[in-house]
């Protein structure tokens, strides 16, 4: 399996197979504060690279997700309705958002390793 990539909006993505999954980083997660509901990507949308894919509500905002990659999007994390901590415990693992097909698996090329990540990261601190 592919190791994870970043955005520098703090999503992340990695390939199982030819599916991509799709979540936000643990920092993400923890300037979110409490996540109170996720307004998920309809399952066959097409998203764009950068392009807004869905929203996450905290106690504190709503916050756009912008999609790491372009493509349509095949399942969606039906746990999140119920439990939207999800994304705040398990934010790399079971708190995934959604899952899609990509169009141009190059684009992952542009995003940061797990280590350029982290650097970007401490570089915001």
Request: charged share 30%; with cysteine; proline share 5%.
């Amino acid at each position: 399996s592919m190791p994870f990539k970043y955005t520098k909006e703090h999503e992340w993505v990695r390939l199982e197979g030819d599916t991509a999954v799709v979540g936000i980083s643990d920092y993400a997660q923890e300037q979110l504060g409490e996540i109170v509901f996720v307004e998920l990507p309809d399952t066959g949308a097409q998203l764009d690279k950068g392009g807004e894919a869905c929203v996450i509500e905290s106690v504190k905002a709503a916050s756009e997700i912008y999609s790491p990659a372009s493509g349509e999007v095949t399942e969606t994390n039906p746990d999140l309705d119920a439990e939207p901590a999800k994304v705040n415990e398990d934010a790399t693992g079971l708190g995934w958002l959604y899952k899609m097909t990509l169009s141009e698996p190059s684009e992952l090329d542009e995003l940061m390793d797990e280590a350029a990540y982290k650097g970007y990261v401490e570089g915001l601190g």
